[in-house]
């Protein structure tokens, strides 16, 4: 099963990533001003990533490959990792397909301001 989890960034935005059963990270969201909204990113890659449509393969100036999951208004739900390889990307799209549906959330957005606190 995979797990969405949910972090804070320095800058206050708050984002996710999509992990695989091992842990790897396998999309990235983009940053979020509200973690209401975080969530929404989330529900969203689960409704869009059944369909085969929704992702968009790219390759970057270094020649690597890498995908974003697509919302139907066309705005970037989620980024990939880079891959060497199709086959490689493929297996990535596969896996966020493997992995969404059941996954669960792990909120760690107040684990910095804990740290701070402690620190103090």
């Given at each position: 099963m995979g797990k969405f989890v949910m972090t804070k960034r320095i800058?206050?935005?708050?984002?996710?990533?999509?992990k695989s059963k091992n842990g790897l990270v396998i999309l990235t969201s983009e940053g979020y001003s509200t973690k209401q909204n975080?969530?929404?990113?989330?529900?969203?890659?689960?409704?869009?990533?059944?369909?085969?449509t929704s992702f968009e393969k790219n390759t970057a100036s270094d020649g690597k490959l890498y995908f974003n999951l697509k919302a139907s208004n066309g705005q970037i739900i989620?980024?990939?990792?880079?891959?060497?390889?199709?086959f490689a990307m493929e297996k990535g799209i596969a896996s966020v397909k493997s992995n969404v549906a059941d996954a669960t959330i792990e909120d760690k957005t107040?684990?910095?301001?804990?740290?701070?606190?402690?620190?103090?």
């Open positions: 800058n206050g935005e708050y984002q996710f990533n999509l975080c969530e929404l990113g989330i529900e969203s890659v689960k409704r869009f990533a059944e369909d085969e989620g980024t990939s990792q880079m891959y060497g390889s199709d107040n684990k910095r301001l804990i740290q701070i606190l402690s620190a103090s």
